[in-house]
Structures are given as C-alpha cells and as structure tokens.
C-alpha cells in the first residue's frame, strides 16, 4: 500500500488560512496522472473513474443527466480502437462510449455544457492530410453534441481559430488565438471581432468573459480588460494570467504562475494575493488553470504546482529534467479558508450536490 502524497506548503494572504479538508455541498472531480477521480470536498473516500486517456482535455458537467463528460482516446495512434466522448457517472465512476468519433478526430482543449439545453460543445479537430500532399494539415471544427438524441453537428470556423481561449456559451461567445491574433466568435462561428495587436499576447495566458457585460479579460504580459462596444482596452496589472471573474463580476481571479492565486478588485485596483508556494524559485505557467466556481459561488478549485529541477548529476538520459509536486486545491470565499488534496491534477470540476 503507497503512503499518501505530502501537502505542499501554502503561504497564505492576509486574512486567508489553510484548514483541514471541508465538507461542503458539492462534488468535486479531477484528473491526474492519467486518471479521473470523484469524491466529496472531505476526501475521505474517492471513487475512481478510470484512465483519462492520451489528449489533454477538460471536464464538462451535465446536471440534468448527472454525468461528467471526457473525451477519450487510450493512445493517440492508432485510435480506431476507442475513440469519442465519454459519459461518466460520478456517483460509480461507471462509464460509456456516449458519442463516438472518427480516427482522423480528436476532442482537444475545450468541452463546456451549454446552459438549459441538452447540448456539449468542443473543439473537433480533424486531420485532413492527404499522403500526395505534403505535410500536416488540421481542420478546426465547433462541435455541437446534443445528449438526448445522440446527435451531433460540426461547424467550421474562421482560418487562424487554432487555440480555444475562453467560451461563454450562454451569452454565445467564444474566443479563440492564432496567427492573426484574438477572434471573437458566436456559436454559429462566425466572427464578430479581431484583436490582432501583439500587446494582447500569445494567446496562452487564458481569457474570461464578463457574467453580465460584453466586457472581456484576457491574461498575458498584462491582465487587460476590452469592452467591444468602445473597442477600448484597460490594462489592469502585470503578468496576470488565467482570469475568471466572480460571479458578481466584480473581481478577478488571475494567476501570475502555476503556483499561485490572486484575486484583482475592479472597483479600487487593489490586489490581493490568496495563496503561493513559498520559496518556489522555478515558477511557470504551463500547469495553470483558471479557477472553476462552485454553482452556488462561493467556493473555487485549481491545480497548484511546484516545479523544480533535478540536480544535472544525477539526471538519466531516460528521465525528466525537472520535478512537479501538485495538489487540488479548495477554497470557501465566505470563511476564507483554503484546503488540498495532494497530487497529480490537471483539470478539475465541480459535480453536483453532494450526498
């Protein structure tokens, strides 16, 4: 039997602390290391749902069906053993091949339940290399998965919308990243807007839309809101990363690396740090996330990492450079305390009432 993962150590913001784990009124999941897992917010007992699969993709809940949804492929070639998306009750950790794709398909990056009707959204992405023609040429394609009758439609999508960065499919927006910069989309993919600027970044600093307004983050060498109907930008700090807002929209959640959490106070500019690693010399981004929201507001989750190198002496050919130590951590905006379960995590959701 493996002895369980340490906590990583948490320095926490003014007002902030670290407590044991919380029982609080929803469900939590997460993958790492290959896996998914369900439990409640104590973690006292874990149901697991099986491997994740080979491609990086998040979770999406669907609340009518209780079900959460993955896109599932064991190895990325070949794939016409299993292929599609899958649906997993989180309750048994059961699961099934609920809408399965082509081999020359795949379901990266983004998943999200349209709000009030049984659909999913994706990003389909379909290699449309032709052996006479010479190297690798990719479709990008808006999925649409409508769960009760098992149907599906995919939409193409303007040239240059490689990167999903941020989708809203309540207020039917979507933005992706490519070489001609930011487009703003609908869901009928057609596009509404273009920030080609290279101030707005790389597209790999995340974006959130506003709960109630037009008004847009997207994070990168500044955090910056846009307001489309002024076509007016506002840089708000530096380094800000991964945005999501509260859902009173007055605040921003951002991240300056994979190891921290800051909230930004629209209404007096002021910057408040939640939680960081201490010491943590090597910090990134490739492991953050933006926070997912409980539906009732008051609690968040994300991945926290720590990185750090391995001493180039005692390196192997056949290992990695460097170390990660991550955990899963909660926090309860009301009380302000913050708890984790340690281990590998890359993505995370919140899934229903808990029993």
């Known amino acids: 039997m493996s002895s369980p993962l340490r906590k990583l150590p948490l ?3 003014s007002g902030w602390k670290e407590v044991p784990p919380r029982e609080t009124p929803w469900k939590i999941a997460w993958e790492g290391g290959g896996s998914l897992h369900f439990s409640d917010t104590t973690f006292r007992k874990i ?7 080979s491609v990086e993709a998040p979770l ?8 959460v949804f993955r896109y599932y492929c064991p190895s ?10 899958l649906s997993i009750n989180p309750d048994t950790g059961a699961r099934e091949m609920t809408f399965p794709l082509h081999p020359l398909r795949m379901m990266p990056w983004m998943l999200q339940k349209v709000p009030g009707r049984p659909l999913l959204m994706s990003l389909v992405v379909t290699d449309t290399s032709r052996p006479e023609r010479p190297g690798i040429v990719l479709q990008h394609q808006l999925g649409l998965f409508h769960l009760s009758e098992k149907k599906s439609l995919f939409r193409n999508l303007p040239a240059g919308c490689q990167h999903p960065v941020a989708a809203s499919p309540a207020s039917d927006r979507l933005l992706f990243h490519g070489p001609d910069g930011y487009q703003l989309l609908n869901l009928k993919g057609h596009r509404q807007l273009l920030l080609s600027d290279s101030v707005w970044g790389n597209g790999r600093g995340g974006a959130a839309f506003h709960p109630s307004r037009q008004t847009f983050a997207i994070g990168g060498p500044h955090l910056a809101l846009y307001d489309p109907n002024q076509r007016q930008r506002q840089e708000l700090c530096s380094g800000g990363a991964f945005p999501a807002w509260t859902p009173e929209g007055q605040s921003l959640f951002y991240a300056t690396s994979s190891s921290d959490l800051r909230l930004y106070h629209l209404e007096t500019g002021a910057q408040e740090e939640i939680v960081s690693i201490p010491a943590n010399r090597h910090p990134e981004l490739k492991k ?10 008051r609690y968040f989750a994300l991945p926290i990492t720590r990185r750090s190198p391995y001493h180039s002496e005692t390196v192997r050919p056949d290992q990695p450079l460097w170390s990660e130590h991550q955990t899963l951590l909660i926090g309860d905006r009301e009380n302000r305390e913050l708890w984790q379960h340690p281990g590998p995590v890359d993505y995370c959701s919140w899934t229903g009432i808990s029993k």
Do not use: W
Request: aromatic content about 2%; cysteine-free; glycine content about 16%.
């Open 47 to 53: 149901i697991s749902g099986g491997p994740s699969g």
């Open 11 to 13: 320095r926490t913001g």
């Open 76 to 85: 990325l070639a070949p794939r016409e053993r299993e292929n599609g998306l």
């Open 288 to 297: 953050a996330r933006s926070v997912e929201i409980s539906p009732d507001g």
């Open 60 to 67: 999406a809940y669907d609340p009518d069906s209780h079900r």
